[in-house]
């Protein structure tokens, strides 16, 4: 059973549609002992790094999810979802995010011709050898909804990234913990692939 973290996040529904789509067991939950006894947890998430810490931090979610971690459930986090995985961000300074991984949230640079937040279809360089990217090809394409980007601070974690006037690290990978910059229940076949390869990891 995957387990999807509900802390008010607004694509939770989505991200239940695909993986039922997908013929798993689905729950959406906040409790402790639920997201314990998963097989896997999701963390999904669009809108603000700082106000979804504070959703996090009311509903008591933040001790769960480093116990996730820690335990090594295979867990996943998606748009949103991965930067607050990380340290903290240009979006709210001075908020401390869950710190399970190490790398900065930045803002995606001003560009002539380049609009933000970067929104729309764009291809993955894939690296490392990335489990959830396991027989798609190199030059996937994804859907993105993004104003800000993760930089990691270890290169190794990066399974794919992206151009977007910058580079933009879009996947990563440590231990049991994976994450996704876009958003694979949007992104069609491939999208659907990468999931399925989440609902299919070992412990």
Request: proline share 4%; hydrophobic share 40%; glycine share 10%.
């Amino acid at each position: 059973m995957i387990a999807i973290i509900d802390y008010d996040a607004g694509n939770l529904k989505s991200v239940e549609k695909a993986l039922l789509s997908l013929g798993e067991e689905v729950l959406i939950t906040r409790e402790r002992e639920a997201l314990l006894r998963a097989d896997k947890v999701i963390l999904p998430g669009v809108g603000n790094f700082g106000e979804a810490m504070e959703k996090l931090k009311s509903y008591g979610l933040v001790p769960v999810i480093h116990e996730l971690a820690e335990r090594g459930k295979p867990f996943l986090g998606i748009c949103l979802g991965l930067q607050l995985l990380f340290e903290r961000s240009d979006e709210a300074p001075g908020v401390e995010g869950l710190g399970i991984l190490k790398g900065e949230i930045l803002r995606i640079p001003d560009k002539e011709g380049l609009k933000v937040p970067h929104i729309g279809w764009n291809s993955l360089h894939l690296q490392n050898e990335g489990r959830l990217f396991r027989d798609l090809p190199e030059g996937s394409y994804v859907y993105f909804v993004h104003s800000y980007y993760l930089k990691a601070e270890n290169p190794q974690i990066v399974k794919a990234t992206t151009e977007y006037g910058v580079t933009i690290d879009a996947s990563v990978e440590q231990g049991n913990v994976f994450a996704c910059q876009f958003h694979p229940e949007k992104s069609s076949r491939v999208g659907l692939r990468i999931l399925e390869n989440f609902a299919k990891l070992e412990d």
